[in-house]
């Protein structure tokens, strides 16, 4: 099972042994908040990674623009995995339908 599934079922059996369904919406735009505000700093790392010669690379020798798409490209598979596994989008009062948050 992926690391990625096996945590959201930790949170599922979580919300069970507490007789909850779900997290509440509050709750989740903390956590969606601070996975964006994440993101953008490893973007921000990503794009500074390769200007000095001792800097640690994530993806070998690319250059930034490959790195970042790299990256992007494994967060969204990683979401394209929790949809297709269950996970429902969660779109807040105040977002447009076409917001890609995951609950």
């Known amino acids: 099972l992926p690391q990625e599934l096996s945590s959201g079922l930790k949170i599922n059996e979580l919300l069970k042994s ?6 509440s919406r509050d709750a989740r735009k903390v956590m969606a ?16 990674q390769g200007r000095r010669k001792s800097d640690t690379e994530f993806y ?23 949809e297709s596994s269950g996970a429902k989008k969660f779109i807040s009062k105040d977002a447009d ?7």
Not at 33 to 48: P, T
Not at 60 to 79: M, Q
């Open 18 to 23: 507490y007789n909850l369904t779900s997290i």
């Open 33 to 48: 908040a601070r996975f964006y505000s994440l993101l953008s700093d490893f973007m921000k790392v990503l794009n500074a």
């Open 60 to 82: 070998g020798k690319v250059n930034r623009p490959e790195t970042i798409y790299r990256a992007l490209s494994e967060i969204c598979g990683i979401s394209t995995l929790l």
């Open 97 to 103: 339908e076409s917001d890609d948050r995951m609950e």
